[in-house]
């Protein structure tokens, strides 16, 4: 109800303003729209009339509005760094708006020399014009440069901004960490528009689910204003999709290349067409892209433990301490065929100098084809390992007995499938929206639908099992080695009997529905020229689903009892990345797999399995906003408000209860509200034009995962885990300093460094405890217990530096090489999170905060040759918290090292090449210490090459 009365209580404000303005209006307005060469609009122009001492800044679609202007003549001047300034007359009316249009020229075009590397950094230049006339801390890239390194998809192009790092998913960047902030801290929007989430457990947006050519500009904004969602702890990613050119523009890219890992084609495409009507009130684009990528991976896993249980002799069990082991062998091998498709329609309309409307859409569709061949060795229960049947080798087990797995992953035999697990993942984008003048009044508005959806129709597992003795070898940590100590007894297919055959589907879909207004009015509170006051609402409502099934097929033992009752596959390696002493072995056929007929008639359903994860969750967000941005002198500027959010929150699920004789399901519900109210005041100051000191005082927060808040229990029999919920979750909110310098070269560079720091309550982390009985389920004792909890505070502190720009000053050909630069570096501490015990853990740094991330490039831009040789490193830190520091899982540290180059022959076509991953840099996961592999994943690297055309008529 209070949200309710206050979205009326501004829309009231809304048209008493409105009646103001209109009723004050005795001045005109000026609107126009600035592009370059090409004819493609350019953001961060700085737009002013010195005899008024009034200005204002293009935005990302090149439109500018001044308000409030008196009647008469006027020259307007037009800055640019790296582009000519240009002086334009206009003749203003009292009450009516005046338009112009404006081409900026590149002021180094002339030079027949570096004509091309001109028109290179062009890219550059609108990031950091962009980046430089933002109220806020932000960091932003263009197309152009992303086209400068060899990255497909946004999650691998935002790795090279300052302060991110990426979680990848089979060697492709996915989940974004902004300073040291776990995904589902930090927020994504599309041209404004929430992106929902497909993943079913947590907030994250999938960064690779959208390809780099799709994209204009990528904006992340380290220190959020009130008009911004409020939920950005770490920060906000702002995708801009590509907006209609002034003229004719096509553009053309048609690749292909090789994974090296499994000799396989990759293929890629992307098609570009634009144009606007002749009287420039009709703009539009389309875009459309393709990626098909054939590839896999090489895959060692493992278990640590440092105890060690058996039978003694008297048949008891006894415990002792050993040294750490593995206890837990696993060897995975993946062959993947990824294909990545997206479509975009952008129209836009201007009716006249106060009116346009928009409609920007996006439809991004991946398929994941994927089979997986596991052999999995695993220690035995104390009471299956004598006392006699186990090796202690100066205090470390390297000889026990091991139930060893073999399981295929794959999918039925049809078109879709391919006797594969298909993951169907779709991501959709509709936004209409406008901007209007009245009176003095700037008001834009947007209305949006989004919907995310992951489905996996008919996955497949058959899986096969033995015991034998193993030789456990832990001489080198780094690469864990299990082997059977008769090596008869490997791929012997008549001792692996029948364990499972399942078919599964899984679905989840999030729709959300966004509507905001914005209004804009002049006011010069301190009169020192230019001032705004703003103020909005926005309205977020958000329906997020699950529903799985799953389905077991026991009475197939009788036919396929032994894994040499069935056809089979030998998926061994020399070549394995892991290394040549990982034999692969036989695995039973996808294909066979593919091919039986399994159905909900034949199959037990196996509710335990499933029903827990489903849920419908239902989340609407209200807020409204204030806001004032005015000059405190010519050189010191403030821009401060409050912004107020309220949440409702409903979610429905299940629970499931063991019984002696039955398992019984029952519905249950968790509801959630609260109120965030979230002040913010950011001062940016002008030593001079291209010199600035920004400092800001912030507010954020970060919602809960939806399902963590179901009063559920979800049994994971595959991984002996038990996962709960936990309806009395706190958001986590985080009070945010931050202050930064920047210097702006004319020769297209920036040199910058800052200091941040955040003060965390109520951050969220997952309590590992071990069931202490079977009040789960049968066979549930013992198992790990995963349950979402509030710790007390955290605290991170970081420094950060940025350096690019153009070596204009070197001598001939040398001039035409450029660097790129940056560096992050994080501290932090987390107080309240505790150990199986219930003891509370001291020294703890903050899960996901990597303590080190640097960037560097160094690239060559001649007139028709360009190369760019491009590093990205991020360090180790805490992924996931164990009951003890023993078990917790550290993410390792990254290097990946890129080449790309490109030749032209002519301002129109071009080809290029690019090599990725050329230290061949893995996945990798640590256990305790960084010796000690937890996991481990090669992917190779990957060569592409192609053409590329560019025509653009003005």
């Known amino acids: 109800m209070k949200a309710i009365n206050l979205l009326k209580l501004l829309f009231v404000t809304l048209f008493v303003f409105l009646g103001v303005a209109e009723s004050t209006a005795q001045s005109g307005n000026i609107q126009g729209t600035i592009s370059d060469e090409n004819g493609i609009y350019v953001s961060g122009a700085n737009i002013f009339i010195a005899s008024l001492n009034k200005g204002t800044v293009s935005d990302f679609d090149g439109r500018f509005t001044l308000v409030d202007v008196p009647g008469g003549n006027y020259n307007v001047q037009i800055t640019y760094i790296g582009y000519a300034d240009v002086d334009q007359e206009v003749t203003v009316t009292d009450g009516e708006t005046a338009s112009i249009v404006v081409e900026l020229i590149p002021t180094n075009y002339q030079l027949d020399e570096v004509e091309v590397a001109a028109q290179g950094l062009s890219g550059q230049a609108k990031a950091l014009n962009t980046q430089r006339t933002n109220l806020n801390i932000t960091n932003v890239v263009s197309t152009d440069q992303i086209g400068k390194f060899p990255d497909a998809n946004i999650g691998d192009a935002v790795k090279r901004i300052p302060g991110i790092t990426m979680q990848v998913d089979q060697g492709e960047a996915r989940d974004v960490i902004i300073r040291g902030l776990s995904p589902q801290l930090n927020s994504v929007t599309l041209n404004g528009s929430r992106i929902p989430s497909a993943e079913g457990d947590n907030r994250n947006i999938q960064m690779?689910?959208?390809?780099?050519?799709?994209?204009?500009?990528i904006e992340v904004n380290k220190a959020v204003t009130p008009d911004m969602d409020g939920d950005a702890l770490g920060g906000s990613i702002n995708l801009v999709t590509r907006s209609a050119p002034q003229g004719f523009r096509l553009s053309t890219t048609l690749g292909s290349g090789i994974n090296f890992i499994t000799n396989t084609r990759n293929l890629n495409g992307a098609f570009l067409l634009g144009d606007r009507s002749k009287n420039g009130k009709f703009g539009w684009m389309l875009g459309a892209v393709i990626q098909d990528n054939d590839f896999g991976s090489d895959n060692v896993e493992a278990e640590w433990d440092n105890e060690f249980a058996f039978a003694n002799a008297a048949g008891e069990e006894e415990e002792i301490d050993v040294n750490p082991y593995t206890k837990v062998f696993e060897q995975r091998t993946y062959l993947v065929q990824r294909v990545r498709r997206s479509f975009s329609v952008n129209l836009d309309y201007q009716f006249n100098a106060n009116n346009s409307i928009y409609l920007k859409t996006m439809y991004n569709w991946r398929d994941d084809r994927e089979n997986r061949y596991v052999v999995a060795s695993e220690l035995l229960d104390w009471d299956e390992v004598p006392e006699g049947d186990f090796t202690l080798t100066n205090n470390t087990p390297t000889r026990f007995p091991a139930e060893v797995a073999r399981e295929t992953?794959?999918?039925?035999?049809?078109?879709?499938?391919?006797?594969?697990?298909?993951?169907?993942?779709?991501?959709?984008?509709?936004?209409?929206?406008?901007?209007?003048?009245?009176?003095?009044?700037?008001?834009?508005?947007?209305?949006?639908y989004a919907k995310a959806s992951e489905e996996r129709l008919d996955e497949r597992y058959a899986q096969y099992k033995t015991e034998y003795i193993v030789n456990n070898d832990n001489s080198d940590p780094e690469f864990p080695i299990m082997t059977a100590e008769d090596p008869a007894n490997t791929n012997d297919r008549s001792i692996f009997e029948f364990d499972e055959i399942t078919n599964e589907t899984q679905y989840t879909d999030e729709d959300d529905i966004n509507l905001f207004l914005n209004v804009e009015l002049p006011a010069d509170i301190f009169g020192k020229g230019d001032g705004t006051l703003k103020f909005g609402a926005r309205g977020r409502f958000k329906n997020k689903t699950r529903d799985n099934n799953f389905f077991d097929y026991g009475d197939l033992e009788d036919t396929f009892g032994l894994m040499s009752d069935i056809p089979v596959v030998n998926k061994t390696d020399s070549d394995f990345l892991a290394g040549g002493q990982y034999a692969a072995g036989l695995y039973p056929d996808p294909v066979w797999l593919g091919r039986l007929d399994l159905n909900?008639?034949?199959?037990?359903?196996?509710?335990?399995?499933?029903?827990?994860?489903?849920f419908d969750i239902r989340e609407d967000v209200i807020a409204g906003y204030v806001m004032m941005n005015q000059k405190l002198s010519n050189k010191l500027s403030v821009l401060a408000g409050v912004r107020v959010e309220n949440t409702q929150l409903e979610s429905d699920g299940f629970r499931i209860t063991f019984t002696e004789d039955d398992i019984i399901s029952e519905e249950v519900r968790g509801e959630n509200s609260y109120t965030n109210v979230l002040p913010g005041i950011h001062f940016k100051y002008d030593f001079t034009n291209n010199t600035i000191l920004r400092l800001a005082w912030t507010n954020t927060l970060a919602r809960p995962n939806y399902e963590d808040l179901i009063p559920r229990a979800e049994i994971v029999n595959a991984d002996d885990e038990i996962v709960l919920g936990n309806a009395d979750l706190d958001p986590t909110t985080s009070m945010n300093f931050d202050l930064m310098a920047e210097h702006y070269m004319e020769s297209i560079g920036i040199i910058s460094g800052g200091l941040f720091y955040k003060s965390i309550d109520d951050f969220i982390y997952t309590f590992i405890s071990e069931a202490p009985d079977d009040s789960f389920g049968p066979g549930t004792e013992g198992f790990d217990v995963f349950q979402p909890l509030n710790g007390d505070q955290a605290s991170i502190f970081g420094v950060e530096f940025s350096f690019q720009r153009q070596l204009d000053f070197l001598p001939g050909f040398a001039r035409n090489f450029n660097i790129f630069l940056n560096y992050t570096h994080l501290t932090s501490s987390a107080d309240g999170i505790r150990n199986e015990d219930g003891d509370e853990r001291t020294d703890m740094d903050l899960p996901n905060t990597a303590p080190n991330m640097f960037n560097a490039s160094l690239g060559y831009a001649g007139k028709r040759f360009s190369a760019r040789l491009s590093a990205n490193f991020s360090d180790s830190y805490v992924d996931e918290l164990g009951g003890n520091a023993f078990e917790d899982r550290y993410y390792d540290q990254q290097f990946f090292l890129d080449f790309n180059s490109s030749y032209a022959f002519n301002n129109r076509l071009r080809i290029y090449a690019d090599l990725n991953n050329i230290t061949d840099q893995p996945l990798r996961f640590f256990q305790g210490v960084s010796e000690r592999t937890q996991q481990v994943e090669y992917y190779g690297p990957r060569f592409t090459f192609g053409l590329k055309y560019d025509l653009f008529k003005k």
């Open 600 to 614: 909900e008639n034949n199959g037990e359903s196996v509710v335990e399995e499933f029903l827990p994860g489903n």
């Open 409 to 448: 992953k794959g999918g039925i035999d049809d078109d879709r499938n391919q006797n594969t697990r298909l993951e169907d993942q779709r991501m959709q984008n509709y936004s209409l929206g406008g901007n209007h003048l009245w009176g003095k009044a700037k008001i834009d508005w947007m209305a949006s």
């Open 208 to 217: 690779d689910l959208i390809p780099s050519d799709m994209i204009q500009t």
